[in-house]
């Protein structure tokens, strides 16, 4: 079946610019995380949507970065005033969550991921 | 902060089983051990977890030590295309801290 699609697949922006990026999960999955990877770095955790909870926004680095999750599919993941500090790649994830109360196992499956440059 | 500790690199032999290990000493009795691996320039692609069973799959065997410290990734027959970045990780509050990982050679 289809995987994570994110869009655009490359973004150049200016410095001071909005940008958004567009991640579509894999069908059924109700939970999606955003990630971003700077260069020679590892994964940084940004957002974690789940069902109809309220995101887990801890990660975001400021108040210039937000999300949305809209009818539990397609979310948005978007930039205010770009900073060159912002060029990375963002990365999508989408996994069921099951198991018990307790327990919960997840299984993320990537996108191709959206790199940006801010010039 | 990720609750696991990697070796920064390791080299294996082609052909060889590549045996990849993570500590995670503060692990609680119902937190998965999850195992990632990131190819240059691709996203993350999930291999295996558990949970204090060993598991086996198509990519990979996880060996989870009897008091849950400690696990190890085992790759039976490397290959050149499992060159990769392994990340070891334990989910905290349903967030995936990928740390920096083990950065995998498989040497021809």
């Known amino acids: 079946g289809a995987g994570v699609s994110q869009s655009p697949s490359n973004k150049v922006t200016e410095k001071g610019k909005d940008v958004e990026l567009r991640c579509d999960p894999i069908?059924?999955?109700?939970?999606l995380y955003w990630y971003r990877q700077s260069l020679g770095q590892g994964l940084e955790f940004l957002i974690y949507?789940?069902?109809?909870?309220?995101?887990?926004k801890s990660g975001l680095p400021s108040d210039r970065f937000s999300a949305e999750r809209t009818g539990g599919s397609v979310s948005t993941l978007t930039i205010q005033r770009t900073q060159q500090e912002d060029s990375a790649v963002y990365l999508c994830?989408?996994?069921?969550?099951?198991?018990?109360?307790?327990?919960?196992?997840?299984?993320?499956?990537f996108g191709p991921g959206t790199r940006l440059t801010v010039t | 902060d990720a609750k696991t500790t990697q070796p920064t690199s390791m080299d294996c032999a082609e052909g060889r089983a590549a045996n990849l290990p993570c500590n995670h000493s503060?692990?609680?009795?119902?937190?998965?051990v999850y195992w990632y691996r990131q190819i240059h320039s691709q996203g993350p692609q999930y291999i295996i977890h558990?949970?204090?069973n060993n598991e086996t799959n198509e990519m990979a065997s996880l060996i989870i030590t009897e008091d849950r410290k400690s696990s190890t990734l085992i790759l039976p027959h490397a290959t050149l295309r499992d060159t990769a970045v392994y990340y070891c990780?334990?989910?905290?509050?349903?967030?995936?801290?990928f740390g920096t990982g083990t950065s995998l050679t498989v040497i021809p």
């Open positions: 994830a989408s996994s069921l969550v099951r198991g018990g109360a307790l327990i919960l196992a997840y299984e993320q499956y």
């Open positions: 069908s059924g999955h109700t939970a």
């Open positions: 949507f789940q069902g109809n909870s309220a995101p887990d």
């Open positions: 503060t692990i609680s009795g119902n937190e998965y």
């Open positions: 558990g949970l204090k």
């Open positions: 990780i334990v989910p905290i509050f349903n967030q995936f801290y």
